[in-house]
């Protein structure tokens, strides 16, 4: 499976972007989907998960985050609202087994799935 994201870029905080990552294949059935984080000098963190409908949200970003997907469209997608500075990072579209990908353990264990390039996220204060 190939991931490619798209829709990073620079805002101001409290600005919103929509992220979008197209599957190569359809993955739903075979694999749960989710997005992840990474700033420099920090671990790749789990953002937000997706299984048959059902999402989970890291603390940090619960009620600003929103994860969708579109299966029809091989698409999942990450609407970001009220940005704050310290949510600037490398944002990683990955698929992977339900069990890692909801509990963002996948992070230890990235071999299980498959990672897009990402798309940076900058927020300025």
């Known amino acids: 499976v190939h991931l490619l994201e798209s829709g990073g870029g620079s805002v101001q905080s409290g600005g919103s972007l929509t992220l979008s990552c197209v599957a190569s294949?359809?993955?739903?059935?075979?694999?749960?989907m989710g997005w992840f984080r990474q700033s420099p000098g920090h671990r790749r963190e789990g953002v937000a998960a997706?299984?048959?409908?059902?999402?989970s949200y890291d603390e940090s970003v619960e009620g600003r985050f929103t994860i969708s997907q579109d299966n029809a469209k091989r698409t999942l997608y990450l609407h970001v609202n009220n940005l704050k500075p310290e949510d600037t990072a490398m944002y990683y579209c990955?698929?992977?087994?339900?069990?890692?990908?909801?509990?963002?353990?996948?992070?230890?264990?990235?071999?299980?799935?498959?990672w897009g390039q990402g798309t940076p996220v900058t927020v300025s204060s």
């Open positions: 294949r359809y993955t739903s059935g075979a694999y749960c």
């Open positions: 997706i299984d048959n409908g059902s999402a």
């Open positions: 990955a698929a992977g087994p339900c069990w890692a990908v909801a509990t963002f353990s996948l992070v230890r264990s990235p071999n299980l799935g498959y």
